[in-house]
């Protein structure tokens, strides 16, 4: 015997549906494929050692970049994915991988304009073409880093949105 009630089927929100989610993670996916080729020429420029490995907090050095190898993992794995609470997880480590881009292309510019008025040592002036050229690859890992930034802010929004409606509302059937 079927129940005398019915809902709705306007109701039921099917989160990954939506047009908007989908472009957001079309968006992810590609720009996570831009992330990593992006990351290879810095990868590349550290197995040559033109850029330092490690170095003192306050200067850029290649171990910041390593954050991008698994947050690229991330990116491509979470752009197929259909998990509320992996995006969230995904959106924090993205918060983080976007603010240490923003600390590395800060330190870049500090360097560089110490360099330039003088207040570092003269072999500064050494590095400056490769510095010039980290300074255009990590201006485009954080602007990459930005709009993936905001796709997943985007879809964490939706999220947000679709469980504020909590409950079906069932309706007696009239005959």
Same mark, same amino acid.
């Given at each position: 015997?079927?129940?005398?009630?019915?809902?709705?089927?306007?109701?039921?929100?099917?989160?990954?549906?939506? /047009?908007?989610?989908?472009?957001?993670?079309?968006?992810?996916?590609?720009?996570?494929?831009?992330?990593?080729?992006?990351?290879?020429?810095?990868? /590349?420029?550290?197995?040559?050692?033109? /850029?330092?490995?490690?170095?003192?907090?306050?200067?850029?050095?290649?171990?910041?970049?390593?954050?991008?190898?698994?947050?690229?993992?991330?990116? /491509?794995?979470?752009?197929?994915?259909?998990?509320?609470?992996?995006?969230?997880?995904?959106?924090?480590?993205?918060?983080?991988?976007?603010?240490?881009?923003?600390?590395?292309?800060?330190?870049?510019?500090?360097?560089?304009?110490?360099?330039?008025?003088?207040?570092?040592?003269?072999?500064?002036?050494?590095?400056?073409?490769?510095?010039?050229?980290?300074?255009?690859?990590?201006?485009?890992?954080?602007?990459?880093?930005?709009?993936?930034?905001?796709?997943?802010?985007?879809?964490?929004?939706?999220?947000?949105?679709?469980?504020?409606?909590?409950?079906?509302?069932?309706?007696?059937?009239?005959?």
């Amino acid at each position: 015997m079927a129940s005398p009630y019915y809902y709705s089927p306007s109701t039921v929100v099917y989160l990954w549906g939506y /047009i908007d989610i989908v472009r957001y993670k079309f968006q992810i996916l590609i720009l996570a494929a831009g992330e990593f080729l992006f990351l290879w020429p810095i990868l /590349i420029m550290w197995a040559f050692g033109l /850029i330092p490995s490690v170095v003192s907090p306050w200067q850029y050095c290649a171990i910041y970049y390593i954050v991008f190898i698994p947050i690229w993992l991330v990116n /491509i794995f979470m752009s197929d994915s259909r998990s509320s609470v992996l995006f969230v997880f995904a959106f924090f480590a993205n918060t983080f991988v976007f603010g240490v881009c923003s600390f590395v292309l800060a330190l870049i510019w500090y360097d560089l304009i110490q360099c330039w008025i003088g207040n570092l040592p003269t072999s500064c002036r050494d590095s400056q073409p490769y510095d010039f050229l980290m300074l255009i690859f990590t201006s485009i890992l954080w602007t990459i880093a930005l709009f993936i930034w905001l796709a997943y802010l985007s879809i964490i929004g939706r999220i947000r949105q679709t469980n504020s409606a909590r409950t079906l509302t069932l309706h007696k059937v009239t005959t």
